[in-house]
């Protein structure tokens, strides 16, 4: 009775739902393996028997009998006078099968097992729930916000997993409160000890992606194709689009009339403006799309033998003076964007400027993090720096107008004879 007892304690674990029979037969013969092996110094002897859904147990230990004085193995060889208590008619060289109560163990080891079990438990459940959330890596998942800390929100899914999003998987125009529903795409899953950290992201490009294929049916259903995203999460996104049907308008069927489909998506991404453009092969063309809303008069594109810092090449384009803000963007967010969704680094220059020179030409006169300060905002020649107003490049980086005044000077004598 005392093994049936003990199954019967294990009933929580038994019957939850989440293990199968086969499964939870299985860890149990695991866990009782063990407890054998340390007790007896080897369980290759016994057999255990298990019914999970009667809570009964049998171990038995199967051993050889041999002549009195004759055993080298207690655990797997029985004398013959021992066997006899057992059963009167055993000869040497039989095979006693005797039933082992767990009793014997002793009290620690019916403990130590019974924590043993436990564990296992939650290792199995730790690794499906690992094994379900890995298959879902890149998908759209929704949860509840359940706790909310200072660098992370804790999700709870409908079936109790705990989910991480943290702040710097946020759009900064993100707020949530207890109970509210949050969307993102699983970005990862790993396990950490015997628990899965499950990551969830808003600001990962494939997330916009993810709100195309749900929102827009032709993108769901393949008649559109999304080919390329770039993203400043919460302020501003390219996507290029495509489809191979004539007979559709991928960037028309993907906005709708008024911007009445994509409008769902802009409102869920914090009113994140996006830009849909035609995607082509055409390399020309599709730069000066991704440049959108100015329009470029002509470009040379330059590639690399191997990329450099992620890009396949850089591309002179040159524009109208009027056209150069709008390619440049407010806080060279529109050069930025574009680059990142064509793969090149993007030079822009005015129609009919004079021969200019790299900002990097200079590197061994003004320090490396101002000439990125520039760059940021799509200035990377000298003259695209002294055509700007000193009250303008103020405003737009993080520079003193001492050090910008420098600049210019140090830029102006490489043009004075």
């Known amino acids: ?12 674990f038994k019957d939850n739902k989440s293990i199968d029979r086969v499964t939870l037969m299985s860890i149990l013969e695991e866990v009782f ?3 054998l092996k340390r007790k007896f110094g080897s369980d290759d002897n016994f057999d255990i028997i298990i019914n999970p859904d009667k809570g009964d147990l049998e171990i038995w230990r199967n051993r050889v009998v041999v002549a009195d004085g004759m055993s080298e193995d207690d655990n797997e060889e029985i004398e013959l006078s021992e066997a006899r208590k057992i059963e009167p008619d055993f000869e040497i060289g039989e095979d006693v099968s005797e039933e082992v109560k767990l009793v014997q163990l002793g009290r620690r080891a019916i403990l130590a097992l019974r924590q043993n079990l436990i564990s296992k438990i ?9 094994k379900q959330f890995k298959d879902l890596e890149g998908e759209l998942y929704t949860a509840e916000v359940h706790h909310i800390r200072h660098n992370a929100i804790i999700l709870l899914d409908d079936d109790g997993n705990e989910i991480v999003l943290p702040k710097s998987e946020q759009i900064r125009s993100d707020f949530f409160r207890k109970g509210d529903s949050v969307r993102g795409v699983v970005k990862s899953v790993e396990l950490r000890g015997n628990k899965p950290a499950i990551i969830l992201s808003r600001t990962s490009p494939l997330f916009l992606t993810k709100l195309f294929e749900q929102e827009i049916p032709e ?3 393949g008649l559109i194709t999304v080919e390329g995203v770039a993203r400043i999460p919460g302020e501003k996104a390219k996507v290029a689009v495509d489809s191979y049907d004539d007979r559709i308008d991928p960037v028309g069927a993907c906005v709708g009339v008024k911007g009445s489909r994509i409008h769902g998506i802009v409102r869920e991404l914090g009113n994140e403006n996006i830009d849909v453009i035609n995607y082509t092969k055409n390399e020309q063309l599709y730069i000066a799309r991704a440049l959108s809303p100015a329009k470029v008069t002509s470009m040379e594109i330059e590639l690399y033998e191997t990329e450099k810092n992620g890009k396949k090449g850089r591309v002179k384009v040159v524009l109208k003076p009027e056209e150069v803000s709008k390619a440049i963007g407010k806080s060279g967010v529109n050069i930025r964007l574009a680059s990142e969704l064509t793969g090149y680094e993007i030079d822009v220059q005015r129609e009919g400027a004079e021969e200019d020179v790299e900002l990097t030409e200079f590197v061994d006169e003004i320090e490396g993090w101002i000439i990125q300060e520039f760059k940021n905002i799509g200035l990377d020649t000298a003259r695209s720096v002294l ?3 000193v009250e303008e ?4 980086t993080d520079l003193e107008e001492e050090t910008i005044l420098d600049v210019q000077r140090i830029l102006r004598e490489e043009f004075e004879e």
């Open 1 to 12: 009775m005392e093994n049936i007892a003990l199954i019967e304690s294990f009933s929580e």
């Open 33 to 35: 393996r063990a407890a």
């Open 122 to 130: 939650y290792e199995h459940d730790s690794t499906n729930i690992f």
């Open 219 to 221: 993108v769901f259903d």
């Open 387 to 389: 055509e700007t107003s």
């Open 393 to 396: 490049l103020v405003k737009r």
